[in-house]
C-alpha cells in the first residue's frame, strides 16, 4: 500500500487516526494500538470510543501499521523476539483480531500489503531479513512463505551496522507493476524485488549501495518517479531516481535532513505531502520537523519547526493537519498544515504512552 495519504477523506466519510508504539514495561491496560477520530475543523483528537482511556485492541510492541488498500484490515508487527504480526478487522464498531503470525526473524518494525491484496511483506530489523506473508481470503496473515536477506557488505559503523537491519518495505514506488523496495539499514542498500503472486515467492531485480554510513531507514516515493531517502546514521535526506523496471535506484543529491541540528541527529519519518510539493522529516535529536520544498529533482529547505515533544518518530498528513508521534513525551501532537508546506502547532496534543507510528485513514 503507498503510504501517501489522500489530502481528505470523501464526502461522508471520517478520518481515523491509528498510533502504534512500545509496550515493553507498560500495564496491560494502556498498551496496545490506539484508535481516534479527528475534528475535520481543529485536527483535535479524541477517542473513537467516546469516553475511553484505553487502546482500540492490547498488542505487544505494536511499533509499525499498516492497511490494506480498502481499509477493512489493519496490520501491526509486534517488535519482539521472536517478532509477529497481526491482522485486526476495521469496522465501525473497531478493530476485531482476526490472526497473528510469525514473521520469521526478530523485532519486526515495518510492513506493507502487496499489490495483489494477496500478500504482506515485514522487515525484520534484528535479524535483518525481509518476509513474504500469504493473506487468507479474510485478510488474515499466515506464516512466512520466504525470508529474503541483503547481501551487500555491511556499513562501516561498527556499533549499527554489524549486519543486515530491515527497516522498510515499500509497494508500488516504481508505479502500479513496479518493484517492491527493501531499504536495509545496515548494508547502506535498498533492494529491489518482483513478486510471483502464483508462486508466492520474491526475485530480485536490483540492487543499489548508497552512501557509506548513512544507514538508509525510510524511503517516500513520488508518482514523479523520484524517490527521497531518509539517512538515519549521517542524517541526509538523498533524491534518487527509480527505474522503473528494475527498481534500480540513481543518488541526484542529498540534504542535511536537519540544518538546525548541533550534536547528532537521528531522522526518523519521511513524508510527501498530498500533492507531492513538499517533504516533511522527523528529527530525534533537534527535535523537529524538516520541511523541505520539492523542487525539480531535488529538494529545498524551506523550514524547521520544533516537533511540539520529544523524540519525534513518525507524522501523518491528513485533511490539512500533521500528527507527530513524540515517542518520549507520550503524545501525538497537532499541526495545521499552511498551502506553503508551513506547519503550525495547533496546541492540542493526544496523550499515547510511547508511540512510534501514526496512521490516518477515512472510516
Do not use: K
Amino acid at each position: 500500500m503507498d503510504q501517501r495519504l489522500s489530502d481528505s477523506p470523501a464526502g461522508g466519510e471520517r478520518t481515523r487516526v491509528y498510533v502504534g508504539g512500545y509496550t515493553d514495561g507498560l500495564p496491560e491496560s494502556g498498551a496496545g494500538v490506539w484508535a481516534f477520530d479527528q475534528d475535520p475543523a481543529t485536527g483535535a483528537l479524541s477517542p473513537a470510543e467516546p469516553g475511553s482511556e484505553a487502546p482500540a485492541v492490547r498488542a505487544s510492541n505494536p511499533s509499525y501499521l499498516a492497511l490494506n488498500a480498502d481499509g477493512t484490515v489493519l496490520y501491526a508487527v509486534h517488535e519482539d523476539a521472536p517478532g509477529t504480526v497481526s491482522g485486526f478487522a476495521v469496522s465501525e464498531g473497531g478493530l476485531r483480531a482476526i490472526g497473528r503470525a510469525p514473521t520469521g526473524g526478530d523485532g519486526p518494525c515495518h510492513l506493507a500489503v502487496t499489490e495483489d491484496g494477496r500478500h504482506l511483506l515485514t522487515a525484520n530489523y534484528d535479524s535483518g531479513g525481509f518476509s513474504l506473508h500469504p493473506l487468507d481470503d479474510d485478510g488474515a496473515p499466515g506464516a512466512p512463505l520466504q525470508t529474503v536477506y541483503g547481501d551487500g557488505p555491511r556499513g562501516p559503523r561498527e556499533d549499527r551496522q554489524d549486519g543486515p537491519h530491515a527497516h522498510q518495505v515499500v509497494v508500488a514506488a516504481a508505479g502500479a507493476g513496479g518493484p517492491l523496495l527493501a531499504v536495509d539499514l545496515g548494508t547502506d542498500s535498498v533492494y529491489a524485488f518482483r513478486l510471483d503472486p502464483a508462486a508466492g515467492r520474491l526475485e530480485a531485480s536490483a540492487a543499489s549501495r548508497l552512501a557509506p554510513g548513512s544507514g538508509p531507514r525510510h524511503l517516500a516515493a513520488a508518482s514523479s518517479g523520484l524517490a527521497y531517502v531518509l539517512g538515519e546514521l549521517d542524517s541526509t535526506v538523498t533524491t534518487v531516481r527509480i527505474d522503473p523496471a528494475t527498481g534500480a535506484l540513481d543518488p541526484l543529491g542529498s540534504v542535511p535532513a536537519s540544518p538546525a541540528a548541533v550534536g547528532t541527529n537521528h531522522p526518523a519519518a519521511i513524508r510527501l505531502s498530498p500533492d507531492e510539493r513538499f517533504c516533511y522529516v522527523t528529527n530525534r535529536g533537534s527535535d523537529t520537523v524538516a520541511v523541505f520544498a520539492v523542487e525539480g529533482s531535488g529538494l529545498r529547505f524551506a523550514a524547521e519547526v520544533p516537533c511540539g515533544g520529544a523524540w519525534p518518530r513518525d507524522i501523518a498528513l491528513v485533511g490539512g493537519f500533521a500528527y507527530v508521534a513524540n515517542q518520549h513525551s507520550d503524545q501525538v501532537a497537532v499541526f495545521r498544515c499552511g498551502a506553503d508546506g508551513s506547519l503550525a502547532p495547533t496546541g492540542a496534543a493526544a496523550a499515547v504512552p510511547r508511540p512510534a507510528c501514526v496512521l490516518a485513514a477515512a472510516v
